[in-house]
């Protein structure tokens, strides 16, 4: 008796591991087989010529008990598409008798490359992948919205050069304009730098924006999440023999330094005029300057590690500016909007300059928290030292030190628009409603448009870069 159960327990599992293994080995058929996509479509942001984009991707799952087999996964458009397939670590514009293993899954890799024969104008760029099995046609709809651009690798730039708007410029490696050279940059043009370029000037940069026709440097990443990242690219830096710069209606944003100058000027002109200019969420800083010279008239720094740094001295007249911070989720507001001295440390020592900086009508402002004191003026040495603000409003716990003050509004709400860091909008302009402490509190100066290009010749000129209307 003992030895029939044995022999039936053997039967038993043999049938139990011949079913089971039968089991694993047949592919369902019927149509009706449960095949899972986790995307019906890749949409890809602008895309510049020859550059590509990110490689997006999309699961194709088997949520059946057995093997699937797929018949196909294709590229539609084949070899002359401006898309790239990798199917499970494989490239190749068709795969075939692809086996799923029950409830297992593949990954589908898709890039983009934008013909460089394209016209001047955004376009789209369509295509699908054919995913079929057991006689089931599904589709990945696969769009790009990209352009044809200018791309400039390592460049240097001699002579007069002048760029105009009828292809944004992509910068890789670096771009350089050579001593005793100019560029000239004419309206509405976009200047897009990769990671690793930065934007050196050591001749003359113009830039000829327009209150209707920005100019804007940025980074080369326009895919969410990156096209709104600080640091993306390094900056625009005014060297040592750079001369006559001058940037208007320009637009600098997403930089690690957006603005850096060095030395003295060469001649009696700053080194740099910025006219109603906007530089935005640099990771660093937004303008630094080392014993140097600018003027800046109705212009917004906003939302930078440092908004102002001015160190080892310089000259400098700062009017009708808007300098705000606020922390994002980019960037922590930690340090003070506007910090001025006359030193540096160079190998170890301490070094001096003199300082000659006038700030005139100007918003000095940031969020409550880490920061007291918006504004610091800091001075060490004998060397000649004249930091004056007049009619300015600022928020700080203490007036800035080793500074003229005149007139200035100390710990007044400015009233902007709208700031709401949470959807990351930040409207610098006046609230229209009476009694923003700024309103007609300025004096007047030679800067009759605001930021807008707005008229200030309605009542007292208005502090800040906006005029209220």
């Not at 294709?74 to 397939?85: D, E």
Request: proline share 4%; glycine share 6%; aromatic share 10%.
């Amino acid at each position: 008796m003992k030895h029939w159960k044995f022999l039936f327990a053997l039967l038993l599992a043999g049938y139990c591991v011949f079913t089971v293994s039968c089991k694993k080995e047949t592919f369902i058929s019927s149509r009706d087989a449960l095949l899972r996509l986790s995307a019906d479509s890749l949409k890809y942001d602008t895309v510049f010529t020859t550059i590509g984009s990110i490689t997006k991707s999309f699961k194709i799952i088997n949520e059946n008990n057995q093997k699937l087999r797929l018949d196909k996964v294709k590229l539609m458009g084949g070899a002359a598409s401006a898309y790239k397939m990798n199917v499970d670590g494989i490239a190749t514009y068709e795969a075939s008798n692809i086996v799923l293993e029950a409830y297992d899954s593949i990954y589908v890799f898709v890039s983009v490359t934008i013909n460089p024969n394209a016209g001047n104008l955004p376009f789209i760029v369509s295509d699908s992948i054919l995913v079929n099995y057991n006689g089931n046609d599904r589709y990945v709809q696969l769009q790009a919205f990209g352009q044809n651009a200018n791309f400039l690798r390592n460049r240097v730039i001699t002579g007069n050069i002048t760029w105009t708007n009828n292809l944004p410029y992509v910068i890789l490696g670096s771009i350089r304009v050579d001593t005793n050279a100019s560029l000239t940059i004419q309206p509405g043009c976009r200047i897009y730098s990769h990671a690793d370029a930065p934007f050196i000037v050591d001749g003359t940069l113009l830039v000829n924006g327009t209150v209707t026709n920005n100019v804007v440097f940025t980074g080369d990443r326009l895919d969410d999440p990156y096209k709104d990242l600080p640091a993306s690219w390094p900056g625009i830096y005014f060297r040592g023999n750079s001369v006559n710069n001058r940037l208007s209606f320009a637009t600098v944003k997403n930089a690690y330094q957006a603005i850096v100058t060095e030395k003295p000027s060469l001649n009696a002109n700053p080194k740099l005029i910025l006219q109603q200019c906007i530089i935005d969420n640099a990771y660093d800083a937004g303008i630094v300057s080392v014993n140097s010279s600018i003027q800046a008239d109705n212009s917004l720094v906003s939302n930078c590690g440092n908004n102002i740094v001015l160190s080892y001295g310089g000259v400098y007249n700062f009017t009708h500016c808007t300098v705000a911070a606020f922390s994002t989720n980019y960037i922590l507001h930690k340090n003070p909007v506007l910090n001025v001295s006359n030193f540096a440390f160079q190998n170890g020592s301490l070094v001096s300059s003199s300082l000659n900086a006038v700030f005139r009508n100007n918003i000095f402002w940031g969020d409550q928290g880490l920061v007291g004191n918006e504004v610091i003026v800091n001075k060490q040495g004998a060397n000649p030292f004249s930091v004056v603000f007049e009619k300015n409003l600022y928020r700080v716990l203490d007036d800035p030190a080793n500074s003229t003050l005149t007139s200035n509004i100390k710990n007044q709400n400015p009233s902007f628009d709208s700031v709401d860091v949470a959807k990351r909008i930040f409207d610098f302009r006046i609230t229209k409603n009476s009694g923003a402490p700024g309103i007609n509190a300025g004096v007047v100066t030679g800067f009759p448009k605001d930021l807008d290009d707005k008229n200030r010749n309605v009542g007292g000129p208005d502090l800040g870069c906006y005029e209220k209307q």
